[in-house]
């Protein structure tokens, strides 16, 4: 059986987004001014990443993670949703958080999560709803009040897993297979000595199982063990793309013992086979290209995958590397780029496809336009990609309109 993905989100009441459903499907760019909520979007997925947690989602997240409440709303607002659809192993489910904020700055916490029957344009069946009135969760023969209602600030979702049913497991498993992820820690060392940082990719790292690339790429050498361990095409292709990205002279990786339990990443190179070149030493660029390896490739769990400014570090000709990689990864999940690089726009194969322009309206709100393909395809038989056109300032010729609503969107 296929594996769960997100394959739209919603959002309404954060920041300077006010209604803003967006479909999930390969890859999707995000551009725009600053300010016009490309990062909010990415926000609002870890934000729903931590609700599969069992922990206190207001006072944890919310509060100590995110800022709290006013530092969330959009001015005016006193509600805040979030909402995903995730489909492929099974029938479609429907999950969404809302956070109310009341008079006496107390936070309201409800969710909802309903599963659609094969008849189509129905509504969805109800398999939890929580709210600060109602505990109700599907007992296989209908809804019941049966099981630990949350605590004030909890989630049900999170407790509601192994065993209890099949649909609760699954929303869990596709909340915690969101990645979020910012550009890599591959400063040089002696800048991250400055600020006493003594763990990253250059750094070795205490050997443990890892399934994924961390956050900041902290487990690096970790994740290329795994890669290593898993051998056949999975290794093969590591090497390949580390020598079309960093050159010929690639031979292989080492992950050598350095004490304590701990292991590093080293470099094989043709022309020093028997000394190995440490993570440590090598550019931002290069070790930023190995861990973007790392990532496409442990993508076990991924039910969406989004990186805020991949371009960081990378010399033109490795971003399009990058880039063709992730339009890979894309194929197997859902893939969410936010960034101002003319450089990435110019390498991506299909841009009527993948660019969503985030710009605000005259109340400044958030909008997503996408390209006329017609308009972008006449344009583009005088440039070389949507990013030269940006550049020169004709990219407003091809987002004329608010994009459409698109395809599969559900309510």
């Not at 967006?22 to 609700?51: F, W, Y």
């Amino acid at each position: 059986m296929s594996r769960d993905r997100i394959t739209q989100l919603r959002i309404s009441g954060l920041r300077a987004i006010e209604d803003l459903t967006l479909a999930l499907h390969g890859l999707t760019v995000l551009i725009g001014d600053n300010g016009t909520g490309k990062s909010s979007i990415l926000e609002a997925l870890e934000l729903l990443r931590l609700a599969a947690k069992p922990i206190s989602f207001v006072q944890d997240v919310v509060s100590r993670g995110h800022g709290g409440m006013p530092a969330l709303l959009r001015r005016g607002a006193n509600e805040l949703k979030l909402g995903v659809t995730i489909e492929g192993a099974g029938p479609p489910l429907v999950y969404e958080i809302e956070l109310g904020l009341e008079s006496n700055a107390q936070v309201r916490l409800s969710e909802r999560l309903g599963v659609y029957d094969e008849s189509p344009g129905k509504d969805p069946s109800i398999l939890l709803l929580s709210n600060p009135t109602t505990f109700l969760i599907s007992s296989g023969a209908g809804l019941s009040n049966t099981g630990r209602r949350p605590g004030p600030g909890e989630l049900a979702l999170p407790r509601l897993g192994d065993g209890t049913s099949p649909m609760f497991q699954r929303a869990i498993d596709a909340l915690e297979g969101i990645e979020i992820h910012v550009p890599f820690e591959t400063r040089p060392t002696w800048q991250q000595r400055e600020f006493d940082i003594r763990k990253g990719p250059r750094w070795p790292s205490e050997v443990e199982p890892t399934d994924q690339l961390q956050r900041y790429a902290l487990n690096l050498p970790n994740a290329f063990q795994q890669l290593r361990n898993l051998g056949g095409e999975v290794w093969d292709r590591v090497i390949v793309r580390a020598r079309l990205g960093l050159g010929d002279d690639v031979r292989d990786f080492r992950l050598s013992p350095s004490g304590r339990g701990n292991i590093e990443l080293e470099l094989v190179l043709g022309s020093a086979p028997d000394q190995p070149l440490p993570a440590e030493y090598l550019s931002e660029g290069q070790l930023a290209y190995l861990a973007f390896i790392a990532l496409v490739e442990l993508d076990e769990r991924r039910s969406v995958l989004a990186f805020d400014e991949p371009e960081l570090h990378l010399h033109p000709a490795l971003l399009a590397r990058v880039i063709f990689m992730l339009e890979d990864a894309a194929e197997r999940a859902p893939v969410i780029l936010a960034t101002h690089s003319d450089r990435l726009l110019d390498a991506l194969g299909t841009p009527e496809r993948s660019v969503v322009l985030c710009d605000l309206d005259e109340h400044r709100t958030v909008r997503l336009r996408r390209p006329n393909e017609d308009k972008l395809a006449e344009w583009l038989e005088d440039y070389r990609g949507l990013g030269s056109l940006r550049a020169e300032g004709y990219d407003t010729y091809v987002f004329d309109s608010p994009a459409e609503p698109e395809e599969g969107e559900s309510s």
